[in-house]
């Protein structure tokens, strides 16, 4: 790709990123709907100029430009009800998914739509609960055996994906409720999740484990909601320090429910290894960069336990 079209539509995709996060449910506001049309409409006619002004761009780049651009063509919702607003975002997103895929294999950073969805958040808490229960009621050395058959299954199919497009459409419209856009082009999320599940097995240590477990289960969903509807104080990652103060609060108070209930100990222990786990979960969170923090939040979180709890 030419550093033309690198450097030129880099900052329009931030640019409607912001825009995109605008259309979110958890941030809308009925009196920016003018504004946002006018700033899509911009937009549009930016990345037309930028691809027209570049020489040299490879035809997969410019292909998934002409996409976007030809959403962005559609016209926007009339009404200033979010409902249109959201679905008009959906439209858009796999076009923007693309473009910022392209881009990475260029090592040109932009970050992907996380938009609010309550079913996949509510998914998340369930499945952080139902593992702690399975900690809770299966010893250590026997969890590894399921952790591994789960994890070659996950990384099985998305083995398969990459072969077949067919498959990969099937995959993810299963997992569809729950899915972001840019994972029909990445991989899934949920096996990010699997592998910090097989790592935690081999750690055979069920504090460490249902502590980084439950910093992930409620602490991320906290603070990505709280972080898309009160978020202002810009963070790295796309993160908000809003976002991050309600990942370390909840994170604690997860943390602290799961020592005490599988590796009890004074009450200033567990809390001092919950705040532990909480802020190492945080940080995880922030520093992931290209890193899935599905990976990487439990998987930092039980070794930050592990580690203070061993030099006690």
């Known amino acids: 790709m030419s550093l033309a079209l690198a450097s030129a539509t880099q900052p329009l995709l931030l640019e409607l990123h912001e825009t995109l996060r605008e259309l979110d449910p958890a941030r809308w506001r009925a009196e920016k709907a003018d504004a946002i049309r006018q700033r899509l409409n911009s937009l549009r006619r930016r990345f037309e100029a930028a691809r027209n002004g570049a020489s040299g761009a490879d035809p997969h780049t410019l292909e998934r430009v ?3 651009e030809a959403r962005l063509e559609e016209p926007a919702p ?12 959906a439209r858009i997103a796999p076009a923007y998914e693309a473009l910022v895929s392209a881009l990475q294999q260029h090592r040109v950073r932009v970050p992907s739509l996380r938009p609010t969805n309550y079913t996949r958040s509510v998914l998340h808490m369930l ?57 029909y082009g990445a991989i899934n999320s949920g096996t990010w999740y699997v592998t910090a599940l097989f790592v935690l097995a081999l750690l055979q240590d069920p504090g460490a484990s249902a502590a980084g477990i439950a910093v992930l289960a409620f ?3 906290a603070a990505g909601l709280i972080g898309r509807r009160f978020g202002r104080t810009k963070l790295i990652g796309g993160r908000s320090l809003e ?22 100990a004074s009450l200033g222990t567990m ?39 061993a030099a006690s």
């Open 243 to 264: 976002g991050s103060a309600a990942f370390v609060v909840v994170g604690f108070i997860a943390a602290f429910g799961a020592l005490a209930w599988l590796m009890p």
């Open 271 to 309: 809390a001092l290894l919950a705040l532990v786990a909480a802020v190492a979960g945080a940080a995880a969170e922030l520093l992931s960069g290209p890193i899935d923090d599905n990976l990487s939040i439990p998987v930092v979180a039980a070794f930050a336990v592990m580690a203070l709890a």
């Open 78 to 89: 009339a009404s200033a009800q979010v409902e249109p607003w959201v679905a008009f975002r």
């Open 127 to 183: 499945n952080g609960a139902g593992l702690l229960v399975l900690l809770a009621l299966v010893p250590s050395n026997y969890l590894i055996y399921p952790a591994t058959c789960a994890a070659l299954l996950v990384w099985m199919v998305e083995g398969t994906r990459r072969i077949s497009d067919t498959w990969n459409a099937r995959v993810m419209r299963l997992f569809g409720p729950v899915a972001h856009a840019y994972e």
């Open 219 to 221: 602490a991320d969903p």
């Open 66 to 68: 002409v996409s976007l």
